[in-house]
């Protein structure tokens, strides 16, 4: 899920994935390929785009990355 040898990265990474899942209904089951691609990709952008996130003060990470000096 992460790059080789990056270990302490997984948790992060499951728990972004569990978000998905929770918040984003990505934990359905879907009747194609395609209809599970959209769905995710939509979670994603409303994930970086719209989701307040606490660890960066109530910003959403496109706003942090947009702005980060």
Known sequence: MTEENHCY??????????ILKD???LDQTFTSVVQAKKATRNAIKL????RLHLSLDYKTPNYVHQYAA
């Open 9 to 18: 990265e997984n948790a992060m990474a499951e728990r972004v994935n569990g």
């Open 23 to 25: 918040e984003f209904y």
């Open 47 to 50: 994930y970086n785009t719209k």
